[in-house]
C-alpha cells in the first residue's frame, strides 16, 4: 500500500545541472500535484494535471517543466537549477472530481533538494 | 499576502491537554477547507474537509470547525498525545480555479510529557 512514492528523497545539484523528480501513485488517480515548500511559507504549485493528457501551470511554474507520463506517473524537471529552487518538492495526487472536489489530496514524503 | 494565515505559528502543550489552533482566510470564492497534520519529513495527511455549508466535523480526537460568515476555522485537539507534536495546516481550496488550492503556512504543535 505505497500510495504516492518520490525518488529521489535527497538531491544536491550545482547551479546549472538539470534533474527530473519522479513521482508516482498506485490509488488510480486522475489528478496529480507538484507542489515546493519553503520555511515560513504555505505550499505552492508548480503544475498540476487533471488528468492523464494534460498540464497546467500553477502559481510558481517558471523554471520548471512537467511531463505526466502515464496515469500513474508525473515527473517535474528542473532544466537549469538554481539556488532558488532549493526547497523540499511534495508530490500528490485525488480523484478527478471538478472544481469543488471534496477529496482530499495524498501527498508523498517529499524529496529535499538543495542547489550550490 | 497569503490569503490563508494562521495562528499561532508555533505552540507547546503538555500530553493530555487540549489545544484551538486558528485559521483566518480571505479566499473567496471557496469550495472547502481543509485541515492537514505534517510530521517531520514526511508529506502532509489529511485530517478534514468541510464544505462551506458545514460548522463542524471530527477525526477521532481532531475537530474542526468553519464559519463562512467571519472566514474563520478552527482545529481543537483533545486529549493531546506525543504522536500530536506535527505540523498543522490549513488549506482553503478555490471554486474558479481547478485544482488550485491556498496553503497557510501551518502551525507547529510540540506535545511534552
Known amino acids: 500500500n505505497a500510495g504516492v512514492t518520490q525518488t529521489p528523497k535527497f538531491q544536491v545539484l550545482k547551479t546549472g545541472q538539470s534533474m527530473t523528480l519522479q513521482c508516482a501513485q498506485d490509488m488510480n488517480h486522475n489528478s496529480m500535484y507538484w507542489y515546493r515548500q519553503d520555511p515560513g511559507m504555505g505550499l505552492r504549485l508548480i503544475y498540476y494535471s487533471a488528468s492523464e493528457g494534460t498540464t497546467d501551470k500553477g502559481e510558481v511554474p517558471n523554471g520548471y517543466n512537467v511531463s505526466r507520463l502515464n496515469k500513474r506517473e508525473f515527473s517535474l524537471r528542473l532544466e537549469s537549477a538554481a539556488p532558488s529552487q532549493t526547497s523540499v518538492y511534495f508530490c500528490?495526487?485525488?480523484?478527478?472530481?471538478?472544481?469543488?472536489?471534496?477529496?482530499?489530496?495524498?501527498f508523498g514524503d517529499g524529496t529535499r533538494l538543495s542547489i550550490l | 499576502k497569503n490569503q490563508v494565515e494562521q495562528s499561532p505559528q508555533s505552540l507547546i502543550i503538555l500530553e493530555g491537554k487540549n489545544c484551538t489552533l486558528q485559521?483566518?482566510?480571505?479566499?473567496?470564492?471557496?469550495?472547502?477547507l481543509r485541515w492537514y497534520k505534517q510530521d517531520t519529513g514526511r508529506g502532509p495527511v489529511s485530517l478534514t474537509i468541510?464544505?462551506?455549508?458545514?460548522n463542524t466535523k471530527s477525526n477521532g480526537r481532531y475537530t474542526a470547525t468553519l464559519d463562512a460568515d467571519t472566514k474563520q476555522s478552527s482545529l481543537h485537539i483533545t486529549a493531546s498525545q506525543l504522536s500530536d507534536s506535527a505540523s498543522y495546516i490549513c488549506?482553503?481550496?478555490?471554486?474558479?480555479?481547478?485544482?488550485?488550492?491556498?496553503f497557510g503556512a501551518g502551525t507547529q504543535v510540540v506535545v511534552t510529557p
Open positions: 485559521c483566518n482566510y480571505t479566499v473567496s470564492p471557496f469550495s472547502n
Open positions: 468541510m464544505t462551506f455549508s458545514e
Open positions: 488549506v482553503v481550496r478555490l471554486t474558479d480555479s481547478w485544482g488550485k488550492f491556498q
Open positions: 500528490a495526487s485525488s480523484e478527478r472530481g471538478g472544481q469543488g472536489s471534496n477529496q482530499p489530496q495524498h
